[in-house]
């Protein structure tokens, strides 16, 4: 899972359009998510403005706990201040792995700052295309699978409806949530996610927020 950010509504960040009238939404029809929104308060979901560095930050967070992450991310913005696809073609492999990157995240980097330099993505139509249709467009980079699109559809584009099946902290919340803590299959959690429909990426907001002091497992792409 992607650190979850987080912040109050009227602090001037960029608060999802839709987030009240979806709170209101699953607290009307899901016995859970009416226990579980209001402890939360007017916290809500921030995205991340630039596609780009959204992307490349979730690269740097796989397979890592979240606290190396943060470190290696906070590293890669010492060579690569402003985190754009020219600096870190510039900075090279050599720079990039000193940042604490492994050779195979340096390359999944650079490949994705060629995408985005050569123009072979279309970064500037993704708010206009379907959710399917981005992430088609997205696993076609190195290191990009359907979890990492997924987070971008959640994280920067901000998309309402977004279920990130692959998300074991996802699956983890459903089970503690709604099965005492039993397993749940991919079926049970569908089955669960429909009720929750058009709104799913708050309901999944809601339910990594209840986990948030667990440890969680990051999906290898």
């Known amino acids: 899972m992607m650190a979850l950010t987080t912040d109050k509504a009227g602090s001037g960040a960029r608060v ?11 607290i009307k029809r899901d016995r859970i998510m009416k226990k579980l929104i209001p402890q939360f308060g007017d916290l809500h ?18 397979q890592i706990t979240p606290k190396s992450a943060a470190a290696a991310w906070k590293k890669l913005l010492l060579v690569c201040p402003k ?25 999944y980097i650079l490949d994705l700052a060629d995408h985005f330099k050569a123009k072979r993505v279309h970064a500037h139509q993704w708010d206009q295309m379907d959710d399917e249709a981005v992430i088609a467009e997205l696993v076609q980079i190195r290191g990009i699978g359907r979890w990492t699109a997924e987070m971008f559809l959640i994280f920067n584009l901000m998309r309402p409806n977004v279920f990130p099946l692959d998300d074991p902290s996802l699956i983890q919340g459903i089970s503690v949530n709604y099965f005492s803590g039993e397993p749940v299959s991919r079926s049970d959690a569908r089955e669960v996610s429909a009720n929750w429909e058009p709104w799913r990426t708050v309901a999944t907001w809601y339910l990594w927020r209840s986990l948030e002091s667990a440890p969680t497992p990051v999906p290898t792409e």
Do not use: H, M, N
């Open 16 to 26: 999802p359009s839709y987030w009240e009238e979806a709170k209101a939404e699953l």
């Open 45 to 62: 979901l921030v995205g991340y403005d630039d596609p780009f560095s959204t992307l490349a930050r979730s690269i740097v967070g796989q």
């Open 83 to 107: 985190c754009t696809p020219t600096q870190v073609l510039k900075a090279g492999a050599e720079q990039l792995a000193s940042c604490g990157l492994s050779k195979r995240k340096t390359v």
